[in-house]
């Protein structure tokens, strides 16, 4: 095995489950969910300078004023969106490192992602390549447009908080679907989970959380 992917010391699949201890004792109970965590090293997402903190418990810069989330709201989010079934496919909304990306690849068939910010797209395909990982497409383009081509979706996943939820991905979300996502500005957001019922949306507040803002201004390339 690669050592890199391996890790060693502060990076070792050792504290990688430490890692994941500590996100079952904060409540995530979703074994699959945890099980992906396992065997995903967050190492490899981050600058090697910052390679040390990857499994603590924190949100990390990634260049571009964006950041990795901390792995608990990963996790979080994973079973929130996951825990009623595992969908044939994931719309991703907010590339980024591409870690999040690679927890859901091993729990669905198939993971669209976007990603308006076109190196972190090519460093998140550059890292899912390294784990041998082939059910993700990915498209460089605004976040706030989804992905009509290949909607809709029985799940959709948001890295980044929107002031209000575009309509394009309400509009995308398949009848009986499910969006986890960070709605709000600054220290005002909040996570939701939207559900599709044959009645409309029904929202459902989760907790108080903190994203970069999902940005608008790129246009739609469909």
């Known amino acids: ?12 699949p050792r504290t990688r489950e430490r890692m994941v201890n500590r996100i079952r004792e904060l409540g995530v ?8 965590l396992l065997d995903t090293p967050r190492h490899i997402f981050v600058e090697e300078a910052l390679a040390s ?16 989330s901390q792995p608990y709201i990963v996790a979080l989010m994973t079973q929130l969106l996951l825990e009623a079934g595992l969908p044939d496919k994931v719309l991703e909304v907010g590339t980024g490192s591409g870690y999040q990306t690679a927890i859901l690849a091993r729990l669905v068939k198939r993971v669209y992602t976007v990603e308006r910010i076109l190196p972190l797209q090519q460093r998140a395909r550059d890292r899912l390549d390294m784990l041998q ?6 498209k ?7 992905w009509k081509g290949y909607a809709p979706y029985p799940a959709i996943l948001v890295t980044a908080a929107p002031v209000e939820i575009p309509e394009p991905l309400l509009a995308q979300l398949a009848p009986g679907g499910v969006m986890v996502i960070p709605v709000g500005e600054g220290r005002s957001q909040v996570l939701q989970r939207i559900h599709h019922t044959e009645t409309g949306f029904q929202v459902e507040s989760i907790a108080p ?6 940005i608008p201004g790129l246009p739609d390339q469909e």
């Open 140 to 146: 460089h383009s605004d976040g706030c447009w989804g």
């Open 209 to 214: 959380v903190t994203f970069v803002p999902l």
């Open 1 to 12: 095995m690669d050592l890199r992917l391996q890790g060693i010391g502060m990076t070792s």
């Open 29 to 36: 109970t979703h074994a699959a969910t945890l099980a992906a």
């Open 53 to 68: 903190r990857a499994y603590d418990d924190t949100a990390l810069p990634i260049g571009f004023n964006q950041t990795i």
């Open 133 to 138: 990982i082939r059910n993700v497409r990915m």
